[in-house]
């Protein structure tokens, strides 16, 4: 998850010193950070099956322009060049280091700042804007919504994802549930992360003019050995200073570490929430 780069998993969100909150995680997940890259494709594993069967269940393919926002290492932006067909995408994000490779007819690469996307005009307009693991960490999230609402065309759709807890409200004070929750509340006081407004989002499409607005929230298995538990024990292991800081103690971040690596670790991991909706077609 986050949503980093494609997508910004949970815990990738932040701001350099000089541009304040929200600006996608480089204080606290630098993007050449030589593991960085490999932590960001744990998620993708485990989160693009399910991104790639809702863009499929919504019919993209031949004939669609799309806008991969924060497209990251770009895996959801190559599936749709080269698996789903559609007739170009551009991967837009404000570190593109992980996405020239894979430029070429289908696939566009655009250095931008999604927080300014109205300052990209020549950008035109899309049948799909997707953004994943983004807007969470994005204090700007319900101003950005109707722009990106504005950059599609009659009929396209916008598809949002991202980081959705459930906690076990029988279980508050495991090691796992005070690291995982020391992670939100460092996210939000850092970098102004908000979990709880993710479940907003379907308002926010239907009050942005959207149609057949519908939410599904999926949580994937959390196994040790996994991506998923691969994902969140190299997400702790870098905030490991910020955790630090007042807001854990060592010993209960190296036993939540140890539990998700056991044979015993059993939670309803974090989970996904796509809400996706449709610009409506004027009537003739």
Do not use: K
């Amino acid at each position: 998850m986050a949503p980093g780069r494609e997508e910004h998993p949970p815990g990738s969100a932040g701001s350099t010193p000089d541009e304040g909150p929200g600006r996608y995680g480089e204080a606290l997940f630098r993007p050449e950070h030589p593991q960085e890259g490999e932590r960001i494709d744990h998620a993708a594993l485990v989160y693009d099956p399910l991104t790639r069967a809702r863009l499929r269940s919504l019919g993209v393919g031949p004939g669609w322009r799309c806008l991969d926002a924060g497209a990251g290492t770009g895996t959801v932006a190559r599936w749709l060049a080269e698996e789903a067909g559609v007739d170009e995408v551009v991967a837009l994000d404000r570190d593109t280091g992980r996405l020239a490779p894979f430029a070429g007819p289908r696939l566009r690469v655009r250095e931008a700042d999604l927080t300014r996307l109205a300052a990209e005009p020549d950008l035109g307009t899309f049948d799909l804007v997707h953004a994943r693991f983004v807007l969470v960490h994005l204090p700007e999230r319900r101003d950005l919504v109707p722009l990106l609402v504005e950059r599609l065309n009659p009929g396209g759709y916008l598809v949002l994802s991202d980081a959705a807890d459930v906690p076990d409200p029988a279980d508050p004070h495991s090691a796992y549930r005070r690291t995982l929750d020391a992670v939100w509340r460092t996210l939000a006081e850092t970098i102004g992360t908000d979990i709880a407004a993710v479940r907003a989002h379907p308002h926010v499409l239907r009050a942005a003019g959207l149609e057949g607005v519908a939410a599904e929230l999926v949580c994937p298995p959390l196994t040790p050995g996994s991506p998923l538990a691969a994902f969140w024990s190299g997400t702790w292991e870098r905030m490991r200073p910020d955790l630090l800081a007042g807001r854990l103690d060592a010993a209960t971040l190296d036993g939540a570490l140890t539990y998700l690596a056991s044979p015993a670790l059993a939670e309803l991991g974090p989970g996904m929430l796509t809400v996706w909706g449709r610009r409506p077609v004027p009537r003739q």
